[in-house]
């Protein structure tokens, strides 16, 4: 698994090869990238960009031949920007994370080479650069470093529960997601009674749907999203035993065959039909189809009302 800068900064220049929109102007140099390659890339996409309209394979081409550089080539770039986020919320964290995991290791580097310098240090500074340091090193640490699952962690919930179940239903789909439409007509997402299986669920389903891939880095963004919204509308923060990315790493880890999915989900519709009738029974999953306010609909007006049906009944 990579670390969550590197992905983060692959994520950012595919924002960039796939939409010359995304400009971060000065926000964003080439010496924040923590990849060199990286930042030999960015800025050829700047340099591309303010010379030529290239876009797609051509605008890919053209970054490689100045990039020159080894592993950086064309299908390289392409597969980054293939795999860029639509969502623009998503790259301005990427860029955010970028540029605090830069100012962590230009903290790092300054209280170093303070420390190490010829000149006099007062007891009182060198402990200020002391503190500097420990800051800038626990920074990147949080930053760059994946998540490792800890031997003692909380175990995973016991076999034949109900938690344990939507569990195995959302490590299922994370492993199959090409079994989506299955899956979601069995056990639909709202019929998820965890809040963090219920928000993994749907964001993988919804991405699913469309064949995009899903990354760790955008289900851990849309978890702690979910949960900053529920916080917001007044309700209590959850507590879970666990953070989100030591979960994420537990479903990764949840054996799973090709038949996990599909019996996790009746499990789940069986129990519903029990005790919750309402919630039951086939629901496609249908993406969000609202209509964009940039579309030009005419000037006809929007009829929400029941229609006349073919026998002269409403539909």
């Not at 007044?234 to 090709?258: I, M, N, V």
Request: net charge negative; with cysteine; hydrophobic share 35%.
């Amino acid at each position: 698994m990579s670390t969550l800068i590197t992905e983060a900064e692959r994520r950012f220049l595919g924002a960039m090869l796939a939409d010359r929109t995304i400009d971060p102007g000065d926000h964003i140099t080439a010496a924040d990238f923590s990849n060199p390659a990286y930042g030999a890339v960015y800025s050829a996409i700047g340099s591309t960009r303010a010379s030529t309209y290239l876009e797609g394979p051509e605008l890919s081409a053209q970054v490689a031949r100045l990039v020159d550089a080894p592993g950086i080539d064309q299908p390289t770039l392409e597969m980054m920007r293939a795999a860029a986020p639509d969502n623009r919320d998503h790259i301005a964290a990427y860029g955010r994370m970028i540029t605090e995991a830069s100012s962590m290791r230009q903290l790092r580097d300054l209280a170093l080479d303070s420390l190490h310098s010829d000149r006099e240090l007062t007891t009182e500074h060198q402990r200020e650069f002391q503190v500097m340091d420990r800051i800038s090193q626990t920074g990147l640490e949080l930053l760059d470093r994946p998540y490792i699952l800890e031997a003692d962690s909380e175990p995973s919930p016991e076999a034949g529960t109900r938690i344990r179940h939507e569990e195995q239903l959302v490590a299922a789909l994370l492993a199959n997601p090409e079994q989506v439409r299955t899956l979601v007509e069995i056990a639909p997402p709202e019929t998820l009674d965890d809040f963090r299986c219920r928000t993994a669920y749907e964001y993988i389903a919804a991405t699913a749907w469309d064949r995009d891939p899903v990354s760790d880095l955008d289900l851990l963004y849309q978890l702690g999203k979910a949960e900053n919204l529920l916080v917001n509308s007044g309700q209590e923060r959850l507590a879970y035993p666990e953070p989100d990315a030591a979960f994420l790493q537990r479903l990764h880890q949840t054996p799973t065959s090709p038949h996990t999915g599909t019996e996790a989900a009746r499990a789940i519709a069986a129990e519903n039909a029990r005790i919750k009738p309402e919630q039951c029974g086939p629901s496609p999953y249908t993406p969000d189809l609202s209509l964009s306010p940039t579309i030009d609909l005419g000037s006809q007006p929007h009829q929400s009302g029941p229609q006349p049906g073919i026998e002269g009944g409403a539909r």
